[in-house]
C-alpha cells in the first residue's frame, strides 16, 4: 500500500511537496516515482528515482522538481517549485524495477494519487 500526501490548491508560481510512504515494500532494487493525468490526457511519467539515485524528469518539470528518496523510511518526496496551471493533474506515485524505463506498462503498482491544482 501506498501513503500519498501533499496535494492541494496552489497558485501560479507557488510550491507544494508531494510525499509518498511504502510501508509494505521494500524499496532495495526499486524505482519509485510519480506519473500525472489532467483530465482528457493520458497518464504521463514526471520524474522518478531509482535505488542507486538515478533520477528521471520529463523536459517540461526539468529545473522546477525535485525529487528525493529516504530509503530508511521507504518515502519519496517531490518538491514542485514555480508551479504552473499546465501542472494541474492527479499525481500518482509509482513503483517500477530499477533498470525499467519510466512508462506506464512497467509500473509494478500504483498509489492511490493526490490532486494538485494551480490556479489563480
Known amino acids: 500500500q501506498f501513503v500519498e500526501s501533499g496535494g492541494g490548491l496552489v497558485q501560479p508560481g507557488g510550491s507544494l511537496r508531494l510525499s509518498c510512504r511504502v510501508p509494505?515494500?521494500?524499496?532495495?532494487?526499486?524505482?519509485i516515482g510519480w506519473f500525472r493525468q489532467a483530465p482528457g490526457k493520458e497518464r504521463e511519467g514526471v520524474s522518478s528515482?531509482?535505488?542507486?539515485?538515478?533520477?528521471y524528469y520529463v523536459d517540461s518539470v526539468k529545473g522546477r522538481f525535485t525529487i528525493s528518496r529516504d530509503n530508511a523510511m521507504n518515502t519519496a518526496y517531490l518538491q514542485m517549485n514555480n508551479l504552473k496551471p499546465e501542472d494541474t493533474a492527479v499525481y500518482y506515485c509509482?513503483?517500477?524495477?530499477?533498470?525499467?524505463?519510466?512508462?506506464?506498462?512497467?509500473?509494478?503498482?500504483w498509489g492511490q494519487g493526490t490532486q494538485v491544482t494551480v490556479s489563480s
Open positions: 509509482a513503483i517500477a524495477s530499477d533498470g525499467d524505463t519510466w512508462l506506464y506498462p512497467n509500473i509494478r503498482a
Open positions: 528515482i531509482s535505488s542507486d539515485g538515478s533520477i
Open positions: 509494505e515494500i521494500t524499496l532495495d532494487y526499486n524505482t
